[in-house]
């Protein structure tokens, strides 16, 4: 038995901590965010083991044993989980507030994540005791913690797919992959929206508000790898006026090989390919304007992305006949 961190204060902190993340001074506790955030949590987990998969694996199965249930059978609500590009954002709270427990903790890994589950087991069965099926929720959570896994998977797949063979054998540049990943995502954005897997609320939004929950995804990844953060992501972008300039033929290459990745991991909801190209792309814009020497500068890496995917966007938005282009 591992003894050097005290348990029960710092499950206590914990369990103080995602409550709080999720509070709301108006609406009081938004029940759908903290399971975004234990999912967040359990995925950063995941990752400190040599095979993530497995563990992810081996955690629904410990916790299905500590909650003595199975997770709720058949097909989720059409409006159960929110829309992918909240999932991701909550999700990635879950994952900050995870790696800040993770620097105090002092004990083996599986100490950690047994911790973990026993807190989860206790907020579960909470929720049970005020009239939410233990089923339900762990149904949830298991929903929530493969669609993180899946879109973590995801942006670094397609960035290695990019790097290893467009830039390795086709002989495409940094910014290439950025403007190839940013106008697949705009690309998927939109025939998405012509979909019925959207919700009703997006169908009545304007295009700018439907392409800027995306953008946030991108954006937002790029600022968690280094990038600055910054108003400078649409400086020097072309006035409403101007053609339409998507880049066509680096969608044509990259996109079929984004596609088999995303059979290949079952992932197959155009707007959750969106979330996944598009937080590609803002990893993308990390690796080639990070560091002392960036290959291609922040102040020219983000508006190239933001351009590419604004540009594929409404060129598919404004003439559905172009989805097959």
Known sequence: MFALTNKPEMGARFYSALIQLAADHERG?????????????????????????????????????????HPAPGMLAPYALPPAHIIDFETERGRLAARVFFEEWLDCNFELHDLILNVFQHII?????????????????IECVKKCMAFEIAAQELCDVSIEYQVGRKDWSVGDCIAALSGVAGRRLAIS???????????????????????????????????????????GLAANDTPINAPVDLIR???????????????????????SCAKAAGRMIAVASGGDLPEIEPAIAKPLAMSAITESYKFVCLDFDMVSF
């Open 29 to 69: 506790i938004d029940s759908m965010k903290v399971i975004q955030h234990m999912a967040g949590v359990l995925v950063e987990t995941y990752y400190i083991f040599e095979d993530s998969d497995q563990a992810m694996q081996a955690s629904f199965q410990k916790l299905s044993g500590l909650l003595n249930c």
């Open 125 to 141: 069965i909470g929720w049970e005791n005020m009239g939410v099926p233990r089923e339900e929720t762990l149904r949830l959570l």
């Open 193 to 235: 929206l012509s979909s019925s897997e959207v919700c009703d609320y997006f169908r009545g939004s304007d295009l700018p508000d439907n392409l800027d929950r995306i953008v946030y995804n991108m954006t937002q990844e790029a600022v968690r790898l280094g990038v600055p953060a910054g108003s400078d992501w649409r400086f």
């Open 253 to 275: 290459e990259l996109e079929p090989r984004c596609l088999r990745f995303f059979r290949a991991i079952g992932l197959n909801g155009s707007y959750d390919q969106a979330v």
